[in-house]
């Protein structure tokens, strides 16, 4: 390729600027909560502290009871952190990407936190104390401190012992969630965790305000002795940029600028690439160019080598040398941008969302869009909420398959993608399953506000549209929220609908619910607190806010053992949780994983997760169709309990729902609720089932025969999904009467959208609950979701049970466990082999 480079020199100089208003801080009050800084990480809530001069904005945690940014900052006990960095951002751009920043790993109870009176004309700052008396006889004071010019906060931690004993003092800083991390100089830096956010992080020990520079991240204090030491926090378009600033910092002396605009040959900048500079550990540290494709930071003095980056160009590599005192400018020219311009509708020609996957075929690399947790480049997909969009990709070779969920057909298309071209792909998604007056739901999923993941929540929305989740409540952990505005936002109103709800969350069961009114002033929304006993939450959950009737309630991904069958999980059988199936309306029977419905037995003997040994893994089905025989009534869910995009995505598991309107748009949270309640739920990962007894009776009915009875049973699948079995379970047990395959029954199943429609003829000798199961043991969702981990799981489907009434006194279980005792909790290997006979 052709590189054009242009060189020259120029004297660092300072230029004039506009007067504006000094550094200042305010503690927020209900009327200052619409200046709190925004960004994917923002946290803050009425009663935090902002810090703001001309460059940037921060805030930090005030004395509020329970303060966290989140459930996972620190999980479990202990994990308030008043009085530490939530928020740090470039004034006005509201692109907070910091979870928490512990000075000095500051955490738990403090006497104060508050605004610093009687600093120098020109300062502002916030200071947080804890007193020798709370401390434990070690006092600790944080000062957070800011003037204007400064594009960071200046941190200083004083330690002071009062106590006759000698102190360990923690002086090491932690942050989160940080994935792209490490250190140049001793100043230690962060990438934001989508680098598209164009946000960084660097800090490093400074000595001022009279603070030393530490020798480690320790220090022994002995009585009546006290140390101080200060690091500076800054933030930058990227990480880059803001380890330029601390080192100019350190030692302006030392540091040069260099400022770099990368473009097209015929000019055009180019604002999606990135500048690469190669760190004496090997990592390589990034600098963004703005909307100009300019950068412009301070660097150390040296020589340094460098890559010029963008997907879909050639890569330039060479060296720049930044000299003391000096500014280097360089302009380089990249190669045109590969890409693929994608047109996709659906069957009638309406724009639609859509999941792209990039298959490089032999002699092209796999394809690395992106990091795991966003929609706009994940892996090797592309997520959009729009069939119109552009995605860059280095040339080569590729398959490309386009999805939008198990009810539409996939398209596949292979291109070669020549250097420098872009190549069309236009196509239809046609829906060919049929599914009237029911619509897809999903009852669990997480963005980045839930604490335990980055995806971001538009990126979250963006990913249910595309795998055609038509109804999903909002269920952050531990915090109330709403999805709403953000769907509106990316217009996904029209296929995509929500209610504002909640994950409660703890070190034992956890609940999903709605809905909810958020108050996101609040600390967690305004959440509820989870408490050990499963009972409790359920019930604190029913009537939270107010009492609302259709309020649904049910536990997530739940241990069968403990909350049904022994509760203080001492081994021994003791009926669980008592009257806690009375209290929750549903339970995950799936989540996430393929399905072991047709599993023989409750448990099995699986490799140990440290890889060592084996380990005995329960099997969370097969326990509830062993409740069921006991007259438990909870109705299973199948959810996708999403963390990430790409891996653990939406789309492995979801629920069908009766509603009265199959327009997205004009879902109705209630009536969901109330067909859920009633069990009105078909529970899948692909196929479309459809059962109902020839008297109309569907999933959670009730039916009454003398013994005979019919199941209409109608299976669809897209063109990507297949079954091969169908089996109707009675009471749990797989009878052979009913046991229908491909293999054996090649004439039952078809090749086609319909891959059974059959009326099947039952004969009962006792009451029974009916479960259909459609399961392809042969296929897997692999060519829907490619090389993501949701492709190993087998396409599955069942309905939640049909009660049948034989005698005509009610329905009464048979108390049948299956051929195993109920299990209880903490099965060894060796007592699970002798019952399973191994």
């Known amino acids: 390729m052709r590189t054009k480079i242009c060189l020259f020199f120029a004297p660092v100089c300072l230029l004039a600027t506009a007067l504006l208003p000094a550094a200042e801080v305010f503690e927020v009050g209900s009327a200052q909560f619409g200046e709190l800084p925004g960004g994917k990480e923002a946290d803050g809530i009425v009663g935090d502290f902002v810090l703001r001069n001309d460059l940037i904005e921060a805030v930090v945690s005030g004395n509020l009871p329970l303060r966290r940014p989140n459930m996972s900052a620190f999980y479990g006990d202990g994990n308030e952190t008043p009085g530490c960095l939530y928020d740090l951002t470039l004034r006005d751009a509201n692109n907070d990407q910091i979870t928490i920043f512990t000075p000095s790993t500051q955490r738990g109870p403090v006497n104060y936190v508050r605004q610093i009176e009687g600093l120098e004309e020109g300062f502002a700052g916030v200071e947080t104390v804890v007193t020798a008396a709370k401390g434990d006889g070690l006092s600790r004071r944080h000062q957070y401190l800011i003037r204007d010019g400064w594009q960071g906060l200046l941190i ?213 869009l992106g990091p795991t947790d966003r929609a706009h480049g994940c892996v090797d997909q592309w997520h959009s909420e729009t069939g119109e969009f552009d995605v860059p990709l280095p040339p080569g070779e590729y398959r490309i398959v386009v999805t939008r969920g198990p009810e539409f057909d996939s398209l596949t298309q292979d291109i070669t993608l020549p250097p420098g071209e872009i190549i069309a792909v236009s196509g239809k998604l046609v829906r060919s399953v049929k599914t009237p007056g029911w619509v897809s739901t999903d009852f669990h999923n997480h963005s980045t506000p839930s604490g335990d993941n980055t995806c971001g929540t538009k990126d979250r929305l963006i990913n249910l549209a595309a795998e055609q989740i038509e109804f999903a409540p909002t269920t952050e952990h531990n915090r109330l929220y709403d999805w709403e505005p953000l769907i509106k936002e990316l217009a996904l109103d029209d296929v995509l609908s929500t209610v504002p709800g909640m994950e409660l969350t703890g070190r034992g069961a956890h609940f999903n619910a709605f809905p909810f009114k958020p108050d996101p002033a609040k600390q967690d929304g305004g959440a509820p607190v989870w408490q050990k006993d499963p009972r409790l939450n359920a019930i604190v959950l029913r009537g939270y806010q107010e009492e609302e009737r259709d309020r649904w309630v049910h536990v997530n991904h739940p241990d069968m053992s403990e909350n049904f069958i022994d509760s203080n999980r001492d081994g021994r059988p003791d009926g669980g949780y008592a009257f806690f199936g009375n209290l929750i309306d549903g339970l995950e029977s799936q989540n996430y994983r393929g399905s072991n419905i047709l599993a023989g037995a409750p448990f099995e003997i699986g490799k140990a997760r440290t890889g060592l040994g084996k380990q005995v893994n329960y099997f969370r089905e097969f326990i509830w169709l062993q409740l069921l025989n006991q007259g438990l009534t909870v109705w299973g869910l199948g959810v996708a309990d999403a963390h990430h995009v790409y891996g653990n995505g939406v789309g492995s598991w979801r629920t069908y729902i009766p509603s009265s309107t199959d327009d997205p748009a004009k879902i109705n949270w209630r009536e969901m609720s109330r067909n859920a309640k009633a069990g009105r739920m078909i529970l899948s990962s692909g196929p479309y089932l459809e059962v109902e007894t020839g008297s109309g009776i569907i999933a959670g009915g009730h039916d009454r025969v003398s013994g005979a009875i019919e199941l209409k049973v109608k299976v669809q699948c897209a063109n990507w999904l297949n079954i091969d079995r169908v089996q109707v379970l009675v009471n749990g047990r797989q009878d052979e009467r009913y046991n229908y395959t491909r293999a054996d029954n090649a004439e039952m199943f078809g090749d086609g959208t319909v891959k059974f429609d059959h009326t099947l003829k039952l004969d009962l000798s006792e009451d029974a609950h009916l479960i259909v199961v459609a399961i392809g043991e042969n296929e897997t969702l692999q060519r829907g979701f490619g090389t993501s981990a949701q492709a190993s799981i087998q396409p599955c489907a069942y309905n939640n049970p049909i009660y049948v009434d034989v005698d005509g006194g009610g329905f009464e279980p048979n108390f049948d466990t299956l051929g195993f005792d109920l299990p209880v909790t903490g099965l060894s290997v060796e007592k699970v082999e002798k019952m399973m006979g191994l």
């Open 156 to 368: 200083v931690s004083e330690f002071e012992n009062t106590s006759e004993e000698e102190k360990d003092v923690a002086l090491g800083d932690g942050w989160t969630q940080m994935r792209e991390k490490g250190s140049v100089k001793g100043i230690q830096w962060a990438d934001a965790i989508d680098p598209a956010d164009k946000c960084g992080y660097a800090y490093a020990w400074v000595e001022e305000f009279g603070a030393s520079l530490p020798k480690s991240n320790s220090i022994k204090l002995r009585s009546g002795e006290s140390a101080s030491v200060a690091r500076f926090l800054a933030v930058g378009n990227s990480p880059a940029a803001a380890v330029g600033v601390v080192s100019a910092r350190r030692n302006a002396a030392d540091n040069g600028t260099f400022e770099v605009v990368m473009k097209e040959e015929d000019g055009a900048a180019i604002a999606s690439g990135r500048v690469g500079i190669k760190l004496a550990d090997e990592k390589v540290i990034y600098a963004y160019p703005d909307e100009n494709g300019s950068i412009s930071i301070s660097w150390p003095a040296g020589e340094h080598e460098v890559v010029f980056e963008d997907i879909g160009r050639e890569t330039v590599s060479g060296t720049l040398v930044v000299e003391n005192g000096k500014t280097v400018r360089r302009e380089t020219i990249l190669s045109e941008q590969s890409a693929v311009s994608f047109s996709i509708t659906d069957g009638e020609g309406k724009d639609t969302p859509c999941k792209i996957q990039f298959h490089a075929k032999a002699g092209t690399a796999p394809v690395k």
